[in-house]
């Protein structure tokens, strides 16, 4: 366990398997499936520990909570009088990494997106695995066996219109060949 700690403090990935399995051999799905729950703790606080330090603006509080609840529930009147009443809330993050607006995105609300871009939502931030909210709504346009998501293509064209930079992976998604190029 001590070895663990110091190569995950050292900055050790524990999160690529073995190919083709890669899923079901990272370091965690391992370590919890023999029973190594000293080596399962490590690895999850090394997690939360590394979020945090990724998003300076993660922030763990009812009312964070509550803010992505109802983004993700689609309860708009919610949202926006959370934010009304706490606007430091505009740009904060999820645990998980993900600010309000890639939130939105990626659940395809685009009415939410167009009226965070309107209080001045930071389209830049990125998701501790380096996701851009136009990333968050491109990569749930269509999933396998789901249909088309629209209002992430929406989400999608409304991000690239206010300046979203696009990575590579979004460029081919939406099929753009001259950015690709």
């Known amino acids: 366990a001590d070895a663990v700690r110091v190569l995950m403090e050292a900055g050790a990935d524990h999160t690529s398997g073995i190919y083709p399995h890669r899923d079901a051999t990272?370091?965690?799905?391992?370590?919890?499936?023999?029973?190594?729950?000293?080596?399962?703790?490590?690895?999850?606080?090394?997690?939360?520990?590394r979020k945090l330090?990724?998003?300076?603006?993660?922030t763990i509080t009812e009312e964070n909570d509550a803010l992505f609840e109802?983004?993700?529930e689609g309860r708009m009147m919610e949202t926006v009088e959370i934010l009304y009443k706490n606007p430091n809330l505009l740009d904060a993050c999820h645990r998980n990494g993900g600010s309000v607006i890639h939130t939105a995105a990626s659940?395809?609300?685009?009415?939410?997106?167009?009226?965070?871009?309107?209080?001045?939502?930071?389209?830049?931030h990125l998701t501790p695995e380096g996701q851009s909210p136009l990333d968050g709504a491109v990569h749930n346009i269509r999933g396998r066996n789901r249909p088309l998501n629209e209002g992430c293509l929406i989400c999608a064209g409304i991000l690239l219109q206010a300046g979203c930079e696009q990575s590579l992976e979004s460029a081919v998604a939406l099929g753009d060949l001259g950015f690709v190029q």
């Open 26 to 49: 990272d370091a965690l799905t391992m370590a919890d499936e023999r029973g190594l729950d000293d080596i399962v703790e490590i690895l999850r606080e090394e997690d939360e520990k």
């Open 53 to 58: 330090a990724a998003c300076k603006n993660i």
């Open 70 to 72: 109802a983004i993700r």
């Open 107 to 124: 659940l395809g609300n685009y009415e939410l997106v167009q009226y965070l871009l309107k209080r001045g939502a930071d389209i830049t």
